[in-house]
Nanobody
Framework: QVQLVESGGGLVQPGGSLRLSCATS????????IVWYRQVPGKEREGVSC????????FYVDSVKGRFTTSRDNVNNTVYLRMDVLKPEDTAVYYC???????????????????WGQGTLVTVSG
């Protein structure tokens, strides 16, 4: 059974940092890219970052470039999203999902993905 479990969210002041974790099971992590999405109630889910499996290349939405870093630990089946210099507009529920490859469409892939975790809430407020 494929599972992705997000954790690490919380309340943080603007300018602060958090590290989210995506614990995976039921599939071989190093065969897949992993995407982080976020969603604010009433808005569409937004692709935040993607990390490929073969070369570890990473991609980010413009709004988080230079502030967020995604990494992966294939031995421990976990993917991370380090978030620095957090802003109130980063407030959202964050989800991770697996893809065959990041490619050019990772940001829109949520439209057809069916396996999601429960998400982890990040609140940036001071």
């Amino acid at each position: 059974q494929v599972q992705l479990v997000e954790s690490g969210g919380g309340l943080v002041q603007p300018g602060g940092s958090l590290r989210l974790s995506c614990a995976t099971s039921g599939f071989t992590l190093d065969h897949y890219a992993i995407v982080w999405y976020r969603q604010v109630p009433g808005k569409e889910r937004e692709g935040v970052s993607c990390i490929n499996n073969k070369d570890g290349s990473t991609f980010y939405v413009d709004s988080v470039k230079g502030r967020f870093t995604t990494s992966r630990d294939n031995v421990n089946n976990t993917v991370y999203l380090r978030m620095d210099v957090l802003k109130p507009e980063d407030t959202a529920v964050y989800y991770c999902a697996k893809l065959a490859v990041c490619g050019t469409t990772w940001r829109r892939a949520h439209k057809y993905l069916t396996t999601w975790g429960q998400g982890t809430l990040v609140t940036v407020s001071g």
